[in-house]
């Protein structure tokens, strides 16, 4: 990208300092990125729960290993909306996650399936800490536990005995609309223990070879995990303003598992891929409103962002290509003729993404721009663009707090707009090449106004 966009515009007015650095993606509907993850499934799951909590009353305590993730499954239900799910090892409390417990200041730990003792007496030692175990001899009592916990559950999704990706499948909206989440025997039938919860509205989630039928149930499923994943959204009601990605192979069905309740909060789905693609990508893609957010699970080798861009794009295979953005390298996947011509999106060499609309190879029309590296990180710019510059109305968000809305031209504030500071100090009025020029109002944080004429960033006083 042109130097230009890239460079903070400072303004001395009256003791203030106006920091300028752009926002994250581009796009034709406004469509926009983010990834949570860490650098391994337990910080994964600190990532997600500092997304969707700053403080926490409770939170949900399950196994970080692959072999006993099988029997915290159902505990999405049991999050619901409101509660983070936290990992750790078996056999000692994670000293990162006993870390989030104290900083969201959580006094109930839920403890589901495979924790041993010693984890639930090194939670009690903590101060102010209470424990519940909910565990069973196997997946499907501990399944059983957690339902009964459960307070008037409007229905039941009943999964395989080892099909945790399916119960994934339908985790957030199982926890957003309180429905339990039942594990069969290994031959497909409902255990005993658990007939009780299968009340209510029930599906069967799953092909027959993995799930008896159950009468006045209603089957979901699809040919393989990633094909029962696209029947499930395309069978349930979800909002689309946020969506979720996760890689559905076996290795990283935890990340999905601790995200079911921050999915939740949103009645958002969760759509499974792999690293090449997701069954439901376009399925997804044909239902995403105005300035929907899709949030990857896992960094770019688990969740690929060709897989990311498949669901803002809509192309089922999706083209691939080095290419600029001004003066940035990097590569383009979109639609293409020959060069970039339609939705696409652009990642940079140095971490740069933009999403949306491409004309003769440059971005045209309506968009959103993130810049990832130092000392721009987190900064946004919102808005219209023509021919990779910044043109017409914009909204350009600093990392600080500082937001500016109104008009621009040549990659510059030009025009009548709005910037708030992010100490409570607001400027309305006319720019002129990233300085207050023209008729404006200066209101500070405690109220008092300047009234007049400003010219090169400095008010005239007669």
């Not at 006993?98 to 010693?118: C, D, F, H, M, R």
């Not at 693609?277 to 960094?299: E, F, P, Q, R």
Request: aromatic share 8%.
């Amino acid at each position: 990208m042109k130097k230009v966009r890239k460079a903070l515009a400072s303004l001395a007015i009256i003791g203030l300092v106006l920091t300028m650095a752009p926002f994250d993606a581009f796009a034709d509907t406004g469509v926009t990125t983010a990834r949570l993850f860490g650098s391994d499934r337990v910080g994964t799951a600190i990532s997600v729960a500092d997304a969707g909590w700053t403080t926490a009353g409770t939170a949900i305590l399950a196994p970080s290993s692959d072999a006993n993730l099988v029997d915290a499954l159902a505990a999405a239900p049991l999050a619901g909306k409101g509660t983070p799910i936290l990992l750790t090892e078996n056999d000692n409390l994670n000293p990162a996650t006993q870390a989030e417990l104290i900083k969201l200041g959580v006094k109930q730990v839920i403890v589901v399936g495979a924790i041993s003792e010693t984890v639930v007496d090194q939670l009690e030692e903590m101060a102010g800490v209470t424990t519940t175990v909910l565990k069973g001899a196997d997946r499907i009592g501990t399944a059983a536990a957690i339902s009964a916990k459960l307070t008037a559950p409007a229905g039941a999704f009943v999964v395989g005995y080892g099909a945790l990706a399916d119960a994934l499948s339908v985790a957030s909206y199982a926890a957003a609309n309180n429905y339990a989440i039942l594990v069969t025997n290994p031959d497909g039938s409902l255990p005993a223990v658990e007939s009780a919860f299968a009340g209510g509205t029930v599906y069967i989630i799953g092909g027959p070879t993995l799930v008896q039928s159950i009468a006045g149930a209603t089957r979901i499923y699809g040919a393989d995990r990633f094909a029962t994943n696209q029947a499930v959204i395309k069978a349930l009601t979800y909002k689309y303003d946020k969506v979720f990605i996760a890689n559905g192979k076996d290795a990283h069905l935890v990340d999905s598992l601790v995200a079911s309740s921050l999915e939740a909060k949103t009645h958002s789905p969760m759509l499974l891929g792999d690293t090449a693609s997701a069954v439901a990508a376009l399925d997804v893609h044909s239902k995403l409103t105005t300035n929907a957010m899709i949030t990857a699970l896992g960094g770019v080798t688990v969740v690929p962002d060709a897989v990311v861009a498949q669901v803002i794009t809509g192309i089922d295979t999706v083209p691939k290509i080095r290419w600029n953005f001004g003066d940035d390298k990097g590569y383009y996947m979109g639609e293409i003729d020959r060069i970039p011509n339609g939705d696409g999106v652009w990642i940079g060499d140095n971490g740069d993404k933009a999403i949306g609309n491409w004309v003769d190879g440059k971005a045209n029309g309506y968009g959103v721009y993130t810049w990832k590296q130092a000392p721009w990180t987190g900064d946004k710019y919102e808005g219209n663009w023509l021919n990779d510059d910044r043109s017409g109305q914009g909204t350009y968000t600093c990392a600080n707090g500082d937001k500016y809305v109104g008009n621009y031209l040549n990659n510059m504030m030009n025009g009548q707009g709005t910037y708030t500071y992010a100490n409570g100090n607001i400027y309305v009025g006319s720019w002129l090449n990233n300085k207050m020029n023209g008729q404006g109002t200066l209101t500070s944080a405690n109220g008092v106004k300047y009234v007049g004429t400003w010219v090169h960033g400095n008010m005239i006083f007669h």
